[in-house]
């Protein structure tokens, strides 16, 4: 290097530290997650310095040990690569944990993480973490849903083409975006699905992080969380079963089979036999829509009559793990359609949405109604009003 130009690559580098950025992060990056190890030293506070890094819209925390809890705060803050400007301080959902069995749990390099935050087109990002013990290992993953990825459509699958569901409590099977629709990599799934005896109970979640999306951008979120949980947290495919967007689309989750009981990775302690559904969004400050309420009943409509379950009774359920709200063994009576909350110590599925579901269990009871038909044609509906629309007129009993 001439010394002209080691001269301008010093003040390049004294002019970013005084700026407090540094250059891009570029730790190991894998199929879409870029991660950058958070600083080691106190054990109770830690940091991460701002600073310009490779593009991403979702980002989380994980750590060495997933079986150690951060009990703490984590907060983040992201430069958008549109603006250049920097948000303000959020917080990342901490309580993560692994599944109580199944492979999910035995892999090699399963991380205890926080819940990811979507963020939107990011190229900068800092760090700061207190606790009581923080855990070994920290680092930061930054997922970037659209590396690598084919252009993602957005047809549904036909619920014409599904098997019906038998017997009384049968309902129509709700129209869903595959997971070859919203792009998932099947290659990074290592080992087949694992199936348990039946379903009965479906949990409802919410993904937490942001309300501030357009339905445009669902497949992207769904493929983060996808990339988050088996990069990120190890695990061998997404923890849900079903997503649904703030427009009342429905996402195939976990692959398996919709209609089979496959084991998820969803609530911690009373994974088997159950399904689940989480709706993209933060409901503990924002309010569902009818669009979103009328599509989760259908989905756990369908599910619990795959089984001719009526939504809206009640089940025994034994826990697989001791988890901090129930004794491994302990037997629990839930909703059939219940909220995460009811099994394990977390917010999730936010306030508004647990509030909403008495509603939901009665939608999915009246799954299968017909509609009464309009009486007169709606006028023109922005993107949210148009699923809130779709869901009035009758989405359930189509």
Request: aromatic share 6%; proline share 8%; hydrophobic share 35%.
């Amino acid at each position: 290097m001439t010394p002209r130009l080691l001269r301008t690559a010093v003040a390049t580098a004294l002019a970013l530290g005084a700026l407090g950025l540094t250059q891009p992060a570029r730790a190991t990056p894998s199929d879409g997650v870029h991660t950058v190890r958070v600083p080691d030293g106190d054990p109770h506070d830690r940091s991460l310095a701002p600073r310009t890094t490779e593009p991403f819209s979702l980002i989380g925390v994980t750590w060495d040990d997933p079986d150690a809890a951060l009990d703490g705060t984590a907060e983040v803050r992201t430069r958008s690569r549109e603006s250049g400007a920097w948000s303000a301080w959020r917080p990342l959902e901490t309580e993560g944990r692994r599944p109580e069995t199944g492979p999910d749990r035995d892999r090699a390099g399963v991380r205890g993480s926080t819940q990811p935050l979507w963020t939107g087109p990011s190229d900068g990002v800092q760090v700061r973490l207190s606790g009581s013990r923080l855990p070994e290992g920290l680092r930061v993953e930054l997922v970037d849903p659209e590396a690598g990825s084919d252009a993602v459509h957005t047809e549904a699958v036909d619920p014409a083409t599904a098997r019906p569901a038998a017997g009384p409590l049968a309902a129509e099977r709700p129209a869903m975006t595959s997971r070859s629709a919203w792009g998932a990599d099947e290659s990074l799934v290592k080992d087949p699905p694992t199936y348990t005896g039946d379903t009965k109970a479906v949990f409802v979640h919410h993904t937490a992080g942001t309300n501030d999306y357009t339905c445009s951008e669902s497949a992207s979120i769904v493929r983060g969380v996808f990339l988050y949980h088996v990069q990120s947290n190890g695990w061998n495919d997404i923890g849900y079963h079903f997503l649904v967007d703030k427009c009342g689309t429905v996402f195939e989750g976990r692959a398996g089979g919709v209609d089979k009981p496959v084991l998820g990775a969803h609530t911690y302690g009373f994974n088997t036999a159950t399904s689940s559904v989480s709706v993209l969004g933060d409901y503990s400050t924002a309010a569902t829509n009818a669009a979103v309420r009328a599509s989760v009943a259908k989905v756990a409509a369908w599910k619990l009559g795959l089984y001719g379950i009526d939504p809206t009774g009640t089940t025994v359920l034994t826990s697989g793990a001791d988890n901090g709200k129930y004794k491994l063994g302990q037997k629990v009576t839930f909703h059939r359609i219940s909220g995460h909350r009811d099994g394990y110590p977390t917010e999730c599925p936010g306030q508004h949405l647990y509030d909403d579901l008495p509603e939901i269990r009665t939608l999915a009871a009246n799954a299968g109604t017909p509609a009464e038909p309009a009486t007169e044609p709606p006028g023109p509906l922005d993107e949210d009003e148009a699923g809130n629309d779709a869901a009035d007129a009758g989405v359930l009993g189509r």
